[in-house]
RNA sequence: UCCUCUUUAGCUCAGUUGGUUAGAGCAUCUGACUGUUAAUCAGAGGGUCCUAAGUUCGAGUCUUAGAAGAGGAGCCA
């Protein structure tokens, strides 16, 4: 007699002798109706106990939390709430769980209070279902790379280059903190440092994997990423996963057509796969707007939101377009906008992303072509337009509720003006030799682009903060577990 | 890093102009009941009122500093 998982043996449905399941305690009504989980699904199996004949000390020990090893029999159910049941044969504790002591109880929690127990927060329906629809889309992504002919590549996460400029980094270091060596001018001399330089965690995968798109042609990585900024935001992680593929030959309106094609396949993906986890999700969210006033409550539910994004093309806007809209729109004439958009170069802020997003367009937006003085030194630069304005090749697609999903850009191929760009923002040549050089043998056009993988996350799971899509979050001041 | 708010029982929260023994619901425990599914009914236990200093006859309540958490902003993915 093989165990079963919870879910193998709901969707068995019918009547079957002799079946085994392990699984943890989720409440013991009655003295006679035991809720088990084991994490495979996120229903319960209900196990019937005839009371009166067992051993009274052993249900004592049916607690919330406890881990038990049930034999029994599959049958009907004569209850309402589930179509088929166990009838318990045989029970056996596996691991006692003191109901005294035990944080989770068989009621409503607080995200905040849950996210201090994180070891013990997926025994909950709700991160259960979030947590199985992050391996999910995990393995949507891989799929889709890999059925669209990319490879896959791991970045180094030591990285030996600061000039990523996409953000503070944390240090790796080996040297005596108390006492590190100095050099003669009173510096820390990092020759003497493990990697005989000064070496950081990553902040992006990107231009290790420019030089892989210009081997291998098309290439991802999905990996950790670090940003060591202080920032204090229900969207930002110190330490979270990035999707980042780069193509060779691939213009901007490529990689559009990429990070489009990409969304809406894992977002389908998940559609057709995690029905159960969606739907208990979409029904947690409803019953948490039941408390909000009308206004605030959203127009679509999760799983509508979801089939929105994989049904409606996405909205692609210049930048210049999409001033023009934000000069001319009502906030910004009634100065609602706490930063006024008046001049062309501005940098967009969130509340101007979530007008175009939310109320202008109402569905998700890509902005591209934005001016160069406001980018990264390594976006391919467009010719100046009629008023002479210099403008990038870079685009951002915004998400409703979510702002920024993805960041990206075509590559600058020409090396005398990329070398012009590093100078002007002091950006040390040497350091970046090496992305020089497919610069120097065999450039060409290629684009790229960065997503958080979190935030597809809590687009799928409809969750407000980025600490509750991942098992540990780090931010600042925090990195327990 | 900036702004705002919060911190009282295991959890979620009340706590009046500063006043004598700090409350509720849920959870837990004990008992009753037994086809329950947010089980029900009765009872019991449970407190460093975030920390430190101060004002006061007296501080959960007021002041100052600090810590932690949340929301928003900036930065970004």
């Known amino acids: 007699m093989t165990t079963k998982t919870?879910?193998?043996?709901?969707?068995?449905?019918?009547?079957?002798q002799d079946v085994t399941v392990k699984g943890w305690?989720?409440?013991?009504?009655?003295?006679?109706?035991?809720?088990?989980?084991?994490?495979s699904t996120i229903n319960n199996i209900q196990c019937v106990v005839d009371f009166e004949n067992f051993d009274e000390a052993l249900?004592?020990?049916?607690?919330?939390?406890?881990?038990?090893?049930?034999?029994?029999?599959?049958?009907?159910?004569?209850?309402?709430?589930?179509?088929?049941?166990?009838?318990?044969?045989?029970?056996?504790?596996?691991?006692?769980?003191?109901?005294?002591?035990?944080?989770?109880?068989p009621k409503k929690h607080s995200f905040e209070f849950l996210r201090e127990n994180a070891h013990l927060r997926t025994r909950t329906n709700?991160?259960?279902?979030?947590?199985?629809?992050?391996s999910s889309l995990s393995f949507a992504v891989h799929k889709y790379f890999n059925e669209n002919g990319f490879y896959n590549m791991h970045t180094p996460i030591i990285t030996g280059s600061d000039a990523e400029g996409a953000g503070e980094m944390f240090r790796?270091?080996?040297l005596d903190q108390k006492k590190p060596p100095l050099t003669e001018d009173g510096n820390i001399d990092h020759t003497k440092n493990f990697f005989g330089k000064d070496t950081n965690l990553t902040v992006s995968g990107q231009l290790e994997a420019e030089t892989y798109a210009m081997s291998l042609g098309k290439v991802y990585t999905f990996g950790p990423t670090f940003r060591a900024e202080?920032?204090?935001?229900?969207?930002?992680?110190?330490?979270?996963?990035?999707?980042?593929?780069?193509?060779?030959?691939?213009?901007?309106?490529?990689?559009?057509?990429?990070?489009?094609?990409?969304?809406?396949?894992?977002?389908?993906y998940i559609l057709d796969n995690n029905q159960d986890d969606l739907e208990f999700l979409e029904k947690r969210l409803l019953d948490d707007e039941k408390t909000k006033p009308q206004l605030e409550r959203s127009e679509l539910s999760l799983i509508e939101k979801i089939k929105f994004v994989v049904d409606?093309?996405?909205?692609?806007?210049?930048?210049?377009?999409?001033?023009?809209?934000?000069?001319n729109c009502k906030p910004n004439k009634k100065k609602k906008f706490k930063y006024i958009i008046n001049e062309w170069g501005a940098d967009l802020q969130s509340e101007h992303e979530r007008f175009l997003v939310e109320k202008h367009f109402k569905c998700p937006v890509i902005l591209f072509d934005y001016p160069a003085n406001i980018k990264a030194f390594y976006m391919r630069l467009n010719e100046p337009d009629n008023e002479g304005r210099e403008t990038v090749r870079a685009m951002d697609v915004l998400f409703p509720g979510?702002?920024?999903?993805?960041?990206?850009?075509?590559?600058?191929?020409?090396?005398?003006?990329?070398?012009?760009?590093?100078?002007?923002?002091?950006?040390?040549?040497?350091?970046?030799?090496?992305?020089?050089?497919?610069?120097k043998y065999g450039s060409a056009v290629h684009s790229g682009f960065g997503l958080g993988f979190e935030r597809l996350v809590m687009f799928v799971t409809g969750m407000g903060n980025i600490r509750d899509v991942i098992p540990y979050p780090r931010t600042p001041q925090n990195a327990e577990f």
């Open 25 to 39: 305690v989720r409440t013991f009504r009655a003295n006679r109706f035991i809720a088990l989980n084991d994490g």
């Open 402 to 439: 979510i702002g920024e999903m993805a960041g990206g850009s075509q590559r600058e191929e020409r090396l005398d003006v990329l070398k012009e760009k590093m100078k002007a923002l002091d950006i040390s040549e040497e350091e970046l030799w090496w992305y020089l050089d497919l610069r």
């Open 126 to 134: 709700t991160f259960s279902a979030i947590m199985r629809l992050r």
């Open 59 to 105: 249900l004592k020990r049916v607690t919330t939390g406890a881990a038990i090893h049930v034999t029994g029999e599959l049958v009907e159910s004569q209850g309402k709430g589930q179509s088929f049941e166990i009838v318990v044969k045989t029970l056996e504790i596996l691991g006692d769980s003191d109901s005294e002591s035990y944080p989770i109880q």
């Open 172 to 174: 790796v270091s080996t």
């Open 312 to 327: 409606n093309n996405f909205k692609r806007v210049s930048y210049t377009e999409a001033i023009d809209i934000l000069r």
């Open 6 to 16: 919870v879910a193998e043996l709901l969707a068995q449905n019918v009547t079957t």
């Open 230 to 268: 202080n920032s204090n935001t229900s969207r930002h992680l110190s330490e979270f996963w990035m999707i980042e593929p780069e193509v060779a030959f691939m213009d901007l309106a490529g990689n559009m057509d990429l990070a489009e094609d990409f969304m809406k396949s894992v977002l389908s």
